[in-house]
Every structure is written in C-alpha cells, then in structure tokens.
C-alpha cells in the first residue's frame, strides 16, 4: 500500500540554523500539507500546496518557513532560522483532491536546543 | 473560522467494553469531518471520513461515527475495545470552499487519549 514518507525521522539542530524537513508523497496525489504537533498538543496547520504554490497558510507559517516541491517526488518544508519554540513534530500529508482523505506521514521530530 | 472540541482528554475503558468519543465542531456550513488515530511515536492513520449522504459511516477496525447537525457532532464509536485500541484520537474537520483550485487544511481537535483496562 502507498505510504508517505518523511526524513529524517529525528533531527536536532541549533537555534538559528536552517532546517530542511523532506516528505515523497503519494505518488499519484496532487494536493501537499505540512502539519505541526508541539509535544502534548494538538495537531496544527501550517500549510497547503496545489499546481506549485501554496494554496494556503497559517499563522504560523510566517517568513521563516518555505515549502518547495523540487522535483516530482519531493516536498520541503524549510525553517529558516529554527527558534526553541519550532521543536516539534512535523507531519507532511496529501491527498487526491482539495477534499478528499488525506494521509499522513509518519513524522519528523525537530528538535532545537 | 472553524474549530474542533473534543472535550475528554482521558477515557479508561475496559477491555470489550463499548466506546464513544465525543466530537464538536463549529463551523457555518456543513464541513466534512474525519477521526485519526496516532499511536505512540507513530503518524496519523485515517479512521473514517464523513462528507455527505448517510449520517452514519463505517471505518476501518470496527469503528463508526455518527454526524449530528443538530448538535454539530461526530462521535466516534466502537462496541466492542480491544487492547490494541489504546491510542491518541484526533477529530478534524476541514471546510467545504467554493470551486476552483487550493487545497484545505484541517482543522483538529486537542485529542483523546483512550486506556484500555485488561
């Protein structure tokens, strides 16, 4: 069964470094999403992706973050200059259509000392 | 905009026992909803989804949630817990835009962790 899948699945880095989070989603879906999940809260959007640009964003996702879909298979997510409060889990999802089931990734856990 | 309540942050329930978790969510329109399960160090796994049609949809390991518009509710439920049923639960709902392009985030609740009690 198709699965997306994000590397690494453990990454620490120091404040003020760039991060660069990397999600293969499903290979016939058309539709991106990166999700946050601060340790012991709940899961939050950051941002959507459709035909090569962002189709939506969060509050959250402000000048730090980027997303890029470099060729057919990838999608990034880029922290800029990781601030403590960026630790967190990071899920990237697609789906077939803008409503359809979308499918998670099983995560990237960020961790900024 | 929209947002989820899930208002249990714990539910203990005896192994065999039947289930419900409790969902709300508001929003202005009709949304489309769905539950995920998150165990331990593990993704979200899609349990069911809602989207239109029959109130009451069935979804993968024995789980069914029921849309009450009256009372903009989406439990979840199951008659019947097995140990392997302890895990995070997430309800999510995601917003029906017009035509056109994009893609919509959703929306989750804070969670419900469910123990299972041999």
């Known amino acids: 069964e198709p699965e997306v899948t994000q590397t690494p699945s453990h990454q620490v880095t120091q404040m003020g470094q760039e991060v660069i989070l990397r999600c293969v989603p499903i290979?016939?879906?058309?539709?991106f999403y990166w999700y946050r999940q601060i340790l012991g809260q709940k899961v939050e959007f950051l941002v959507s992706?459709?035909?090569?640009?962002?189709?939506?964003k969060s509050e959250i996702f402000d000048d730090q973050f980027s997303v890029e879909r470099p060729d057919g298979s990838n999608f990034t997510l880029k922290i800029r200059s990781t601030k403590l409060e960026d630790s967190a889990m990071y899920f990237c999802?697609?789906?077939?259509?803008?409503?359809?089931?979308?499918?998670f990734g099983p995560g990237t856990r960020l961790t900024v000392t | 905009a929209q947002s989820v309540t899930q208002p249990d942050i714990h539910i203990t329930v005896s192994e065999g026992a039947s289930l419900e978790l409790r969902c709300n969510y508001s929003?202005?329109?009709?949304?489309?909803l769905f539950w995920y399960v998150q165990s331990p160090g593990q993704g979200l796994q899609l349990l069911l989804k809602?989207?239109?049609?029959?109130?009451l949809v069935q979804g993968i390991k024995g789980f069914e949630a029921e849309f009450k518009r009256s009372q903009s509710s989406f439990n979840l439920r199951k008659p019947s817990v097995h140990w392997s049923d302890a895990a995070e639960y997430f309800c999510?709902?995601?917003?029906?835009?017009?035509?056109?392009?994009?893609?919509?985030?959703?929306?989750f609740g804070k969670g419900t962790h469910l123990i299972i009690q041999p």
């Open positions: 929003y202005g329109a009709t949304p489309y």
């Open positions: 999802a697609s789906s077939t259509n803008r409503q359809g089931e979308q499918y």
């Open positions: 999510a709902v995601g917003a029906r835009m017009g035509s056109g392009g994009g893609a919509d985030g959703l929306t």
């Open positions: 992706f459709y035909n090569n640009e962002i189709s939506e």
């Open positions: 809602y989207f239109s049609g029959d109130t």
């Open positions: 290979s016939n879906h058309l539709y």
